[in-house]
């Protein structure tokens, strides 16, 4: 069985793949940010590269006869904390989602699945996935990664799967009870792992600056304002488990930042995100 990414970052979900004895032959992302040399490191021999038109010869080759295209399309322009920010999806804007089905019409697959979330069916629904895709039963599945073992207990996405139809291909959710813990997760890590940095506490990151918890911001130069991890551990010692972080503007205006919060780590996290808030 042969599986191929498409947008599927430093490849996390074709690791599922290759548990389930896929043969990753590579990975299609046009974000450089996640050409970093991970994908490279979990999938020693497959290829990376930045868009369709690159794939030729033997990449081509290789992609021929696919049992699978996996991948997770952009998602920021459908979440919720566009939503908090009043910006309103622009239902033109499909973004990289007609990529990703552009990959499944030309090389056809027998399977597909794309990650996104609910509010990308806004610009492309059931019936543009059916125009495009005809040849596949398709279907729509509202997941909780936290039913599939994962410690996110909130993590909840939108999973289009399609399969040829002569296939008579049916979904069946596989969710189960589980009580992981963070620490359990974190702890599988190796401390040598290649990629796994260390963090030095004493360090200046760059998050977010000492006025965000402050009332009297005093303009000052940057580095100034910035707060190493353990000062940032000391300012939030004291706060709730799970609640999302209050911060002040440059206007004195109180926010509250979605996504991070200080987690408890003989439990589940909520969602874990981005930039180094979670702590």
Sequence with gaps: MKALGMICGVGSMLIGAKRQGFEIVGN?????????GTFEHNFPGSFMIDKFEDLEGDKLESCQDLDLI???????????MRANKNNAIDAGDKGDIPQFVEAV?????????MDNLPKSLIVADWAWYMENLPDY?????????YGYGNVQKNRKRLFVIGSLRELGF????????????????????????????KLD?????????RYQFDRDYIPKPIEENRL??????????????NVNFPYFNKKGE????????????????????????LL
């Excluded at 997770?72 to 919720?80: A, I, K, L, P, R």
């Excluded at 004493?202 to 977010?208: K, L, Q, S």
């Design 105 to 113: 019409q030309k090389l056809r697959p027998k399977l597909f699945v």
């Design 201 to 209: 506490l004493d360090a200046i990151y760059g998050g977010w600056g």
């Design 137 to 145: 039963d398709i279907h729509f599945e509202w997941v909780n990664n």
């Design 28 to 36: 299609i992302e046009w974000r450089q940010y996640y050409h970093s």
């Design 254 to 277: 109180q926010k509250f930042k979605i996504g991070f919060s200080k987690i408890n780590v003989d439990g589940p996290a909520m969602v874990l995100s981005g930039g180094w808030g």
């Design 228 to 241: 190493t991890l353990r000062a940032f551990q000391e300012l939030i010692a004291d706060y709730p488990n």
């Design 170 to 197: 049916y979904f069946i959710p596989g969710e189960f009870e589980h009580d992981t813990t963070v620490l359990e997760r974190v702890s599988e890590i190796s401390p040598d792992a290649e990629n796994n940095d």
């Design 70 to 80: 996996i991948g997770h399309t952009e998602c920021g322009n459908f979440s919720n």
